[in-house]
């Protein structure tokens, strides 16, 4: 049975950093391109970063380019989002995504405010 379970969301200060997981079960992620996307309330769902499967050749979405990175760690079957020099925007529930299947995982609560 596939499952996403996300955390490490969180309260941050503006400027502050946040380093959300995605553990995976069910399947293998480095056989599989896996994504992180959020949603703000009010707007719909968009896509901040995904890393493909075999090579890790990773996107991002220009909002968060050269601040995010996404990777994962094929020990733990687990995908990351790193999360550096964040903004009052970048406010929103981030959710992990499995794009071959379509599974989507609980999502985790990221807010940044002083």
């Known amino acids: 049975q596939v499952q996403l379970v996300e955390s490490g969301g969180g309260l941050v200060q503006p400027g502050g950093s946040l380093r959300l997981s995605c553990a995976a079960s069910?399947?293998?992620?480095?056989?599989?391109?896996m994504s992180w996307y959020r949603q703000a309330p009010g707007k719909e769902r968009e896509l901040v970063a995904m890393?493909?499967?075999?090579?890790?050749?990773?996107n991002y979405a220009d909002s968060v380019k050269d601040r995010f990175t996404i990777s994962r760690d094929n020990t733990k079957n687990t995908v990351y989002l790193q999360m550096n020099g964040l903004k009052p925007e970048d406010t929103a529930v981030y959710y992990c995504?499995?794009?071959?299947?379509?599974?989507w995982g609980r999502g985790t609560q990221v807010t940044v405010s002083s």
């Open positions: 995504k499995l794009e071959a299947w379509g599974h």
């Open positions: 890393i493909t499967s075999a090579g890790g050749g990773t």
């Open positions: 069910g399947f293998t992620v480095r056989n599989h391109a």
